[in-house]
């Protein structure tokens, strides 16, 4: 397999107060992020190979500008709680990107990006109803985490083993998805709701904590 997650992140409202419960319950907030030209910022919580992004649009115009709005991220904020799946799902190359990517897409050049940098997003995103997939293939896992963000929490987790997306009945996953779920890079389940699971450290503590309703997020430690 050329490829491992990189990243999930949740759509919240605007600051994403449902931080400070993941904060409350052990785990050290990283930097912050605005994304010049997307309109979007972020609160973010790092592990030793992956990361939690709670993500949320704080300029419309730039979210919905020339470059911005094929991703259909604006939309999908405005709809998290409408219908919209609310998260989305990043890849990196393991090693180091080939000429192949995890699934069909297109070229977003954001501005906040380098000029040779882009981001592989997945022909799907216009799917609304469908997790937000995209592929960063200029990063690799040796520059993962970023040099000096945390990674010691105190609830003492510490890699992201797996991931499962739970789909609303009704919802068919895009082929896409389907094709992560065989590449064995996250599972897919049939549920009432959007809930996005993250499996710690291959649950050894047994323990999970659950994040509703604030975030539809549990994690499994």
């Known amino acids: 397999m050329e490829y491992e997650l990189d990243h999930v992140f949740i759509f919240t409202e605007a600051g994403a107060p449902a931080a400070d419960q993941l904060v409350s319950s052990g785990l050290m907030e990283g930097t912050s992020n605005v994304h010049p030209g997307q309109g979007t910022c972020n609160r973010r919580f790092f592990f030793q190979n992956a990361m939690v992004e709670l993500l949320w649009v704080h300029d419309a115009d730039q979210a919905q500008n ?7 991220l604006y939309l999908r904020w405005m709809n998290r709680n409408k219908g919209a799946c ?7 190359p393991k090693i180091i990107h080939t000429n192949h990517y995890p699934f069909p897409g297109w070229a977003y050049r954001p501005q906040y990006l380098p000029q040779t940098f882009y981001i592989h997003v997945s022909d799907t995103a216009n799917e609304i109803q469908q997790p937000f997939l995209f592929y960063l293939p200029y990063l690799n896992k040796q520059e993962f985490p970023p040099q000096g963000q945390p990674v010691e929490h105190s609830l003492g987790i510490h890699s992201v083993s797996h991931i499962t997306v739970n789909m609303p009945d009704g919802i068919q996953p895009s ?20 809930l996005l699971e993250v499996i710690f450290d291959n649950h050894d503590k047994a323990t999970s904590l659950d994040f509703r309703p604030e975030l539809p997020l549990i994690f499994h430690c």
């Open 175 to 194: 082929r896409a998805l389907q094709q992560l779920q065989k590449d064995g890079l996250l599972s897919i389940r049939s549920a009432k709701r959007y």
């Open 66 to 72: 020339y470059t911005t709005s094929p991703t259909f």
């Open 86 to 92: 609310p998260f989305g799902i990043c890849l990196r």
